[in-house]
């Protein structure tokens, strides 16, 4: 696991994560490392973590399949407050096992039920089910939307006329399974961002994005981006096998390097080059592995990937 599940919040455009400077890691003395990780925590917030915001809070989750369920689980087991209500509804029935897996989950019989129990829905269905499940609501409460693409505006229009339902916007990811998503928020309002962000640290840390626009950046890095990782870790792995490796062992070790670079990369702070230009000899192993990474135009590859997705998360709002 990397660290705490809460990991807490990064105002992503405000550039206030603290650097422990540039020095290599092999020139860094012992002590600095714990010294390191204090300035890299200094930036987190508790929220999540008995947060204030969330005492007496009755949350309601409209859907409630792997990312509801996720969610759920992430403040149950990160010490929200007891007294934190969580309340659920969805389309599907759902399994005795799942509504067991959340302590004192509340299942509602419809949608507008579940909005008159509730301070604050987290709308978690799927993009294309979202008019469906908001049909019948009165908008007068907060909702949380994490389905991809769609825009505060699209969103309202789904409300009936003249409501002016307060809005945020979260992408987490699919990590949020482990207790470690990097969710993007984005919320004009500072108390309802406070609010959006205690709850989604419960999942992993939260970055405060300032325009809506750069949501579809987001989608298109940190949502899609455990499956650019998971390519890249299988891909490794194949690499492993045809040198002859088997594969849960080469598996195993494409995982962990993983694994390894993402702890090494939050406890530094360092930039990835700078990092990788701490392991790479002239003549050695790794640049021959990196000029055959470049032959294959790796860096600009997953650039247009990002790119890619984020032009398609345009596409769907
Ligand atoms: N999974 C990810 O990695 C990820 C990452 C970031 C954001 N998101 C967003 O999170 C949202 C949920 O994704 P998910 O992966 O959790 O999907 P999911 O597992 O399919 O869960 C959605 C649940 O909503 C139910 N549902 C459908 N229509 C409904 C309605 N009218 N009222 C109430 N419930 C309804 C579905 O039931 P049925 O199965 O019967 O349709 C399903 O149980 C999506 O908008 C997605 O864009 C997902």
Redesign the pocket.
Known sequence: MLGPANGGILPVCEGSRKSPGRRGLRDRPEHSISSMNESASDNRSQSGRSDPALQGLRLGF???????QAIARGLRENHAPADLHLLA????PLADTVVKSVAGLQLLPS?DALEAQCDVLIL????G?LQ??LAGLKGDRRYIS???GVGTERLRSFFPEGQNPHISRV????SALAGHSASGVFCPDDEFFSLSAAIFSAIGQVTRVKSEELMHAVTGLS?SGPAYVLAMVHAMAEGGVQAGLPFPTALELARETLLGVAHLLRTTGEHPSALRNQVTSPGGTTIAGLAALEDGGFHGTVMRAVEAATDRSRELE
């Open positions: 409209l859907g409630f399949g792997k990312m509801g509804f969805d389309a599907a949608p978690a269905v799927k993009p089910d469906t499940a994490i389905a991809a992408m987490p990811n699919i949502g």
